[in-house]
């Protein structure tokens, strides 16, 4: 009996947040906007969250949907696999940036304070 892509697509989260070992299910359904409650209410009930938390659910788990929903890699041509390296790259390096950019306001915000 083939499983159904709402079982293959529970399993691919909970199996690749816990291959990635960096975050929770929780962390990563909310983080995409859907409520930790809606999304096992979804499980349960053997329903797939809307397309577009599918597609941030994804994203933060850095796979793609069909993976996701097939438990299958996709088949990319040697130019995509480039452009997926080079978006990833460009997104780290967006992450970081923004930490700094936190990290440097808090300071100044730190600073600003101490001389009133």
Known sequence: MEEKKEQIFFAMVRKLVKEQGKTTIKDVVEGAGLPIGTYYTGRDDGNLPRADIVVKIARTLKTSVEELVTGKKPVLSENSVKKQKDMDQILDE??????????????????KKRHK
């Open 94 to 111: 967006l992450e970081e940036a923004i930490k700094q950019y936190r990290e440097k306001s808090k300071l100044e915000k730190t600073i």
